[in-house]
């Protein structure tokens, strides 16, 4: 079994900035794809960035030149630094990530953290 757990998150004004860390423990061989996702009151989650083993990056639109993600394969940690934060940017984030546990992939998830942008 594999659990991610999220953290980092809290109140911030705009343009201000968090960093997000999600760090994985369990049953870990190794893990391929790691993102984050986020979920707005109301709205559908939505993929905000992911990263593979390799390195490779994939942004959201909304948040290209402002958030950077970023992992660490030694510590099966994935960071999300979140720069010039927006009201827009305010959801509960979540991590996700591709991991192989023996034969298996699964599909894991962590409980989330909230970010809050206001005034």
């Known amino acids: 079994q594999v659990q991610l757990a999220e953290s980092g998150g809290g109140l911030v004004q705009p343009g201000g900035s968090l960093r997000l860390s999600c760090a994985a423990s369990g049953n870990i061989d190794s893990i391929y794809s790691m993102g984050w996702y986020r979920q707005a009151p109301g709205k559908q989650r939505e993929l905000v960035a992911d990263i593979t083993s390799g390195g490779s990056t994939n942004y959201a639109d909304s948040v290209k030149g402002r958030f950077t993600i970023s992992r660490d394969n030694t510590k099966n940690t994935m960071y999300l630094q979140m720069n010039s934060l927006k009201p827009e940017d305010t959801a509960v984030y979540y991590c996700?990530?591709?991991?192989?546990?023996?034969?298996?992939?699964?599909?894991?998830w962590g409980q989330g953290t909230q970010v809050t942008v206001s005034s």
């Open positions: 996700n990530a591709d991991v192989w546990s023996g034969s298996n992939l699964d599909d894991d």
